[in-house]
């Protein structure tokens, strides 16, 4: 298993899907990737962004949801670019933008990040 560690608002972790896809197709099924959140402080967005992906991934499209976040980096101006995000993945839009509000994914993301501090 390969633990991906990301910050879905950094231009950094962007750089790193062209490689890891070619992993991914390189080692097809045995490779096993898990996405794990690191949101950083001076990434204004990154644990909205976090939150919305742990959201889209209970929907089926966390993996299709991070790389199309991490893509449009220079286009997020706010919160609601991510929930547009889902809106274009075909996700339940109302549903990913209610847990944003309500932070039912907050601990998920926080989980992430602490163990990524351990580390």
Do not use: K
Not at 73 to 96: C, F, N, S, T
């Amino acid at each position: 298993m390969l633990e991906w560690w990301v910050d879905l608002a950094c231009p950094d972790t962007a750089d790193s899907v062209e490689p890891l896809d070619e992993l991914r197709e390189r080692f097809g099924d045995a490779l096993d990737v898990r996405l794990r959140h690191f949101p950083l402080t001076n990434h204004v967005w990154a644990v909205a962004a976090a939150q919305c992906q742990v959201e889209a991934e209970r929907q089926g499209q966390g993996w299709a949801y991070a790389v199309r976040a991490l893509h449009a980096i220079d286009e997020i101006e706010g919160p609601a670019d991510y929930v547009d995000l889902a809106e274009h993945l075909g996700l339940d839009a109302d549903e990913v933008a209610a847990a944003l509000f309500d932070g039912r994914h907050a601990r998920a993301v926080r989980d992430d990040h602490d163990a990524g501090r351990e580390l």
